[in-house]
């Protein structure tokens, strides 16, 4: 038997990154997937991927930050695979760092909009539809940014990523009793685009892989994996968590 066997589930942020190696590691274990991320052409490269390997996954392209987004991938998971089992909302930007005097309202409600008002949207399209199938399993990408690290230039995606671990504990108490499971994810830095775009020269590369017990960075797969035992039934007590896969940024000081 697969990990996932045949359930449904919607990743988004599945053009890159934890959210790409995520989905392929979910199709491998037999889920149908609803993809999201803003750039069709990189989608249709994860899905051609996918189906060659023999999963299911369909791509349906579009903003986070809009509410008739997040219905569209509940929709097309409800018509092209009956319902919606699994959603690792995971989509997320840094925005342009600069100390808090310095950030422009723009970045500040940019990335609001696309990591917290985001998930919100997610979450009350995604909540109903697994309500319909009897229980489901939510898990909201966060950071140890903003949780156990005050990251300087971080104002707007710290807040915002804090923010989703207040949303995961209402969502988990709320509906708990009706078998519903809501998770945060808390990664350390992770070897991505985003991630290699903050460790930008080898000097903050080092800074940043010292701040990590393990002194290195994670790859996308190791994040992915511990959203795989969020969304499986692997994880059947777990649920109101922040769960960090952090490789040690909470405990470390030297
Ligand atoms: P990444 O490779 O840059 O991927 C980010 C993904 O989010 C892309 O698929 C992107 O798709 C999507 N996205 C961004 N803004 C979007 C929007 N407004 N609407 C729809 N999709 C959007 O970065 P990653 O490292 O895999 O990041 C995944 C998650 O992990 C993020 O939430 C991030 O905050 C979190 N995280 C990352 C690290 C790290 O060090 N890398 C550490 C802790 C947490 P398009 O470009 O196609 O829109």
Redesign the pocket.
């Known amino acids: 038997m697969t990990t996932l066997n045949n359930k449904i589930a919607i990743v988004?942020?599945?053009?890159?990154?934890?959210?790409?190696v995520a989905a392929e590691l979910f199709a491998r274990e037999d889920a149908a997937l609803v993809l999201?991320?803003?750039?069709q052409a990189?989608?249709d490269e994860v899905i051609a991927h996918i189906t060659a390997a023999g999963g299911r996954a369909v791509a349906v392209a579009?903003?986070?930050?809009d509410d008739a987004?997040a219905r569209a991938l509940v929709e097309t998971a409800i018509d092209r695979f009956g319902g919606l089992d699994i959603a690792f909302n995971?989509?997320?930007?840094?925005g342009i760092a600069a100390p808090v005097p310095d950030l422009s309202v723009e970045t500040w409600r940019e990335t609001l909009d696309?990591?917290l008002t985001?998930a919100f949207f997610a979450a009350r399209h995604q909540i109903p539809a697994m309500l319909a199938r009897g229980g489901g399993s939510l898990i909201f990408?966060?950071?140890?940014?903003g949780h156990t690290v005050g990251f300087p230039g971080m104002g707007a995606?710290a807040a915002s990523?804090a923010g989703l671990v207040g949303l995961t504990q209402v969502i988990a108490a709320e509906f708990g009793a009706k078998g519903i499971r809501a998770n945060a994810l808390?990664?350390?830095?992770?070897?991505?685009?985003?991630?290699r775009?903050?460790s930008n020269t080898p000097e903050m590369r080092a800074f940043v892989e010292g701040l990590h017990a393990l002194k290195r960075?994670?790859e996308?797969r190791e994040?992915a994996q511990a959203a795989l035992f969020l969304a499986s039934d692997a994880s059947s007590f777990v649920t109101g968590t922040a769960l960090l896969a952090d490789g040690g940024v909470s405990i470390t000081r030297t």
């Open positions: 988004t942020g599945a053009s890159s990154g934890i959210g790409r999201s991320g803003r750039r990189a989608l579009g903003d986070v930050s987004h995971n989509a997320g930007t840094t696309t990591n985001g990408t966060s950071t140890f940014v995606y990523k808390l990664p350390g830095g992770t070897d991505t685009p985003m991630g775009a903050v960075l994670a996308p994040i």
